[in-house]
């Protein structure tokens, strides 16, 4: 779908991620961006209709739903990400967290917003996934595997919706220069790379966004004799620093 004409709704977007998504839809001529938050006070965008949303609450999902009839692209950009693993004390609490807003979240909104993007000419979600959706290790393991629900989510609305004409967009990138990663110690790509990377994907009708390197990298692992996600991602970086032979 094209970009230019249509109207977004991006959750989370009163920061980070979801904040250069709004600025780009307006720059590429969306007709209209809803900039969805817990706390719409905090949308400062000019331009934009500020929306109160929590993707964790089944009421704020169908008044999102009543308020913006008119949306044909659907960005479930809203995530959170706790440090920590498996096995850590807080993994059971830190697992439901994560869950409740990155997997159930896009869960809830694609059900509330299903039926006015058919009604709207079928439209498109874009999920917002990782690497980690692909492999783990300690140091974001309740996190990845939140990632990991969330890209079989999208892989089955991809098929559920395609019959109204629905296109899904899974969007796998590494580590974003934004708040959410600010106390990770790794390379980090700019948002807005990844998000022009996003829209551009979008626009030619593709169903996965490979939005940078590493996700490139790892993507290509996962078939190997030795596959990616048998490692960590530490070892990765290690192994993609080293000079080719």
């Known amino acids: 779908m094209k970009v230019e004409g249509s109207t977004a709704l991006v959750t989370g977007a009163n920061r980070g991620l979801g904040l250069s998504f709004a600025k780009a839809l307006l720059a590429l001529g ?22 109160k949303l929590d993707v964790t609450s089944d009421e704020d999902a169908v008044e999102a739903a009543r ?11 809203a995530g959170i990400a706790l440090p920590g693993a498996f096995l850590a004390e807080d993994a059971m609490d830190a697992a439901r967290r994560q ?11 694609a059900r509330a917003f299903a039926p006015i993007l058919a009604c709207n000419g079928g439209g498109a979600i874009v999920n917002v996934l990782s690497v980690a959706s692909w492999m783990n290790g300690p140091m974001l393991a309740t996190y990845g595997a939140s990632k990991s629900a969330a890209w079989a989510l999208t892989n089955g609305l991809r098929i559920e919706l395609a019959g109204q004409g629905t296109q899904l967009v899974g969007l796998h990138a590494g580590f974003i220069d934004t708040d959410l990663t600010r106390g990770i ?16 994907a979008l626009e030619r009708g593709d169903g996965q966004v490979l939005a940078d390197d590493v996700s490139r990298l790892v993507h290509q692992g996962l078939s190997a004799d030795n596959p990616v996600y048998f490692h960590s991602a530490a070892e990765l970086r290690s192994q993609a620093a080293q000079p080719a032979a």
């Open 99 to 109: 869950f409740e807003v990155n997997f159930f979240g896009p869960l809830r909104l």
């Open 30 to 51: 969306a007709k209209k961006v809803y900039a969805a938050a817990r706390n719409p006070e905090n949308v400062a965008l000019k331009g934009v209709t500020a929306l």
């Open 67 to 77: 308020v913006a009839s008119d949306v044909d692209l659907l960005i479930n950009n």
């Open 185 to 200: 110690d790794a390379p980090k790509s700019a948002a807005e790379d990844i998000v022009r990377a996003t829209l551009a």
